[in-house]
C-alpha cells in the first residue's frame, strides 16, 4: 500500500508520519495477512503438505494470488467508499489494472516461494518417514533372523545328541560337554551385525570336533591355514549354518566320505563339498541358506552365491569389512537419541536457511522499488535493517552461538553440571 502511495500520489512525508494512514496501512496488511494465513492454512488441512504434488502447489499458489487481489479489491473497497464516503460509482470508474499490478507481482512470487518451500520442506519429511519405516522394517527383520539361530542350532544339536546317545554313549558324553562351549558361543554372537573371519572359523573348526565325535572318518575337513584378509567379517555362525546344511542334504559314511572345503577366494569365502545325496531327505525349515542370504541382503548389496556343477556344491559367502557394515547399517541401527538430535538441528538449519533465502530475495527486491519510485528516500533500510537483525539472532541461536558466551555454550555448560554432579 505504502508502494502504491508513492507511485501514484508520489511521495509525501507528511502523509506518512500521520496515525491516520498506518491505521489505514495496518488495515491492509491485516486483511491481506489474515485471507492468505487463512487460505495456507486450509491448503496444508484439506490437500496437506505431504500428498501434494507439484501440480497442486502451483495452483494453490495461484489461488493465493487471486485470493490477495479480491481482498486488495475488498481493501480499496473499505478504504475509499466506506470510509473517505467515495460514491461506489465513482470508486468502480476510478479502478485501474495498474492499482493491482504490484501486488499481483508481489503476491505471485512471495506466494509461489513459500509454496514451494514448504512443499519441498514436506517432501524431505516425507522422505525421512519413509527411510525411517524402512530402517525399522530392515532391523526387525534382521532381529527376526538372528533370532532364529537359538532355537534352530540348539534343535539340531540335540538331535545330533540323540543319535550319538544309542551309538556312543561315552562320546555323547563329551559331546554333551563340548556342545555347552560351543553354545555360549552361539549365545554370544547371534545378536551381532558382522564377526571376525578368523573367530568365526575357530567356531567351525569347533562345530566340526563336535560332528567328527559322531560320524568319525566319515567325514573331511579342510580349512584354510592362514588367512589372506585377516580383518574380513562375515555374518555371525554363516558357516555353522552351511556345515550343518551339508551334513543335513549329504550320506555320511566311511565308504565314501563327504569332504568339506573352506577356502578364500577374491573377495569371497567358498564352503564347498561333494555332493553325495540321501535317498530320503527330510523336510526342513529352510532355515539355513535363506537366513544367510537375508542376512547378507540387508548387510550389503552383494549377493551369496551358491551354485551345484561337477558333483559339487559351493557357497560364496562375501567377506565385508566394517566400512561395508556402516555404510549399509548405520541408517538402521543409529542410535535413536543420536538420530533425533540430528534430524532437530537439520530442521533448524532449513528453518533459518529458508529465512535467510526470503530475506535475499525480499530485501533486493524492495530496494529496486524504492529505486525506482523514490530514490531520495531510502525506506528500504528500515526492513533491511529490522529484518536482518531478526536474520543475525536467528542464526546465531541454529548454530548455538552466544555472542558473550561463546560457540556451543549450553552444551559446555551441561557438561560441566553432568560431571559436578559426579563427583559429588
Known amino acids: 500500500m505504502v508502494f502504491l502511495e508513492i507511485i501514484f500520489n508520489g511521495f509525501k512525508l507528511e502523509a506518512l508520519l500521520e496515525l491516520e494512514t498506518w491505521i489505514i496501512y495496518f488495515s491492509y496488511a491485516f486483511i491481506l495477512t489474515l485471507i492468505n494465513g487463512?487460505?495456507?492454512?486450509?491448503?496444508?488441512?484439506?490437500?496437506?503438505?505431504?500428498?501434494?504434488?507439484?501440480?497442486?502447489?502451483?495452483?494453490?499458489?495461484?489461488?493465493?494470488?487471486?485470493?490477495?487481489?479480491?481482498?486488495?479489491?475488498?481493501?480499496?473497497?473499505?478504504?475509499?467508499?466506506?470510509?473517505?464516503?467515495?460514491?461506489?460509482?465513482?470508486?468502480?470508474?476510478?479502478?485501474?489494472?495498474?492499482?493491482?499490478?504490484?501486488?499481483?507481482?508481489?503476491?505471485?512470487?512471495?506466494?509461489l516461494f513459500f509454496h514451494l518451500i514448504y512443499f519441498y520442506k514436506a517432501l524431505q519429511e516425507k522422505k525421512v518417514k519413509e527411510q525411517k519405516i524402512i530402517a525399522g522394517t530392515a532391523s526387525a527383520k534382521f532381529d527376526a533372523l538372528k533370532n532364529q539361530l537359538d532355537p534352530h542350532f540348539l534343535f539340531n544339536s540335540l538331535n545330533v545328541l540323540s543319535a550319538l546317545i544309542d551309538e556312543n554313549p561315552d562320546q555323547a558324553q563329551k559331546f554333551t560337554s563340548a556342545l555347552s562351549k560351543v553354545y555360549r558361543y552361539v549365545?554370544?554372537?547371534?545378536?551381532?551385525?558382522?564377526?571376525?573371519?578368523?573367530?568365526?572359523?575357530?567356531?567351525?573348526?569347533?562345530?566340526?570336533?563336535?560332528?567328527?565325535?559322531?560320524?568319525?572318518?566319515?567325514?573331511?575337513?579342510?580349512?584354510?591355514a592362514t588367512l589372506k584378509n585377516p580383518e574380513a567379517k562375515v555374518v555371525p555362525l554363516s558357516l555353522q549354518l552351511l556345515l550343518e546344511n551339508t551334513i543335513k542334504h549329504n550320506t555320511v559314511n566311511s565308504e565314501n566320505p563327504l569332504e568339506i572345503a573352506i577356502v578364500e577366494e577374491d573377495r569371497n569365502l567358498v564352503v564347498r563339498n561333494n555332493i553325495q545325496p540321501k535317498e530320503i531327505l527330510k523336510r526342513g525349515s529352510g532355515v539355513g541358506l535363506s537366513n544367510i542370504q537375508q542376512r547378507y541382503h540387508l548387510l550389503t548389496d552383494r549377493k551369496?552365491?551358491?551354485?551345484?556343477?561337477?558333483?559339487?556344491?559351493?557357497?560364496?559367502?562375501?567377506?565385508?569389512?566394517?566400512?561395508?557394515?556402516?555404510?549399509?547399517?548405520?541408517?538402521?541401527?543409529?542410535?535413536?537419541?543420536?538420530?533425533?538430535?540430528?534430524?532437530?538441528?537439520?530442521?533448524?538449519?532449513?528453518?533459518?536457511y529458508g529465512n535467510l533465502t526470503s530475506y535475499l530475495i525480499v530485501i533486493p527486491v524492495l530496494g529496486l522499488f524504492n529505486y525506482l519510485t523514490y530514490g531520495g528516500f531510502v525506506w528500504v533500510i528500515f526492513p533491511a535493517i529490522g529484518w536482518g537483525i531478526g536474520v543475525f539472532f536467528h542464526g546465531l541461536s541454529v548454530f548455538n552461538y552466544n555472542l558473550l558466551l561463546g560457540k556451543n555454550w549450553e552444551e559446555r555448560k551441561i557438561k560441566e553440571l553432568m560431571q559436578k554432579d559426579k563427583t559429588n
Not at 547399517?329 to 533425533?340: I, N
Request: proline share 2%; with cysteine; charged share 25%.
Open 187 to 224: 549365545l554370544e554372537q547371534k545378536n551381532k551385525e558382522l564377526v571376525d573371519l578368523e573367530e568365526e572359523l575357530k567356531f567351525a573348526k569347533t562345530y566340526m570336533d563336535l560332528l567328527k565325535m559322531r560320524f568319525e572318518d566319515a567325514i573331511i575337513f579342510n580349512f584354510p
Open 304 to 352: 551369496v552365491e551358491i551354485s551345484n556343477t561337477n558333483n559339487t556344491f559351493s557357497v560364496k559367502l562375501p567377506l565385508l569389512t566394517k566400512i561395508v557394515k556402516m555404510e549399509k547399517q548405520a541408517p538402521v541401527y543409529a542410535k535413536q537419541d543420536a538420530y533425533l538430535r540430528a534430524q532437530k538441528q537439520v530442521k533448524a538449519e532449513r528453518d533459518f
Open 38 to 111: 487463512s487460505y495456507f492454512w486450509w491448503f496444508g488441512a484439506k490437500i496437506g503438505w505431504e500428498k501434494a504434488t507439484l501440480r497442486k502447489v502451483l495452483v494453490g499458489a495461484f489461488g493465493a494470488v487471486i485470493l490477495t487481489l479480491i481482498g486488495f479489491f475488498f481493501c480499496r473497497f473499505l478504504h475509499y467508499v466506506v470510509y473517505e464516503g467515495v460514491v461506489l460509482q465513482e470508486f468502480l470508474s476510478n479502478e485501474k489494472m495498474a492499482f493491482y499490478l504490484f501486488p499481483f507481482l508481489f503476491t505471485t512470487i512471495i506466494s
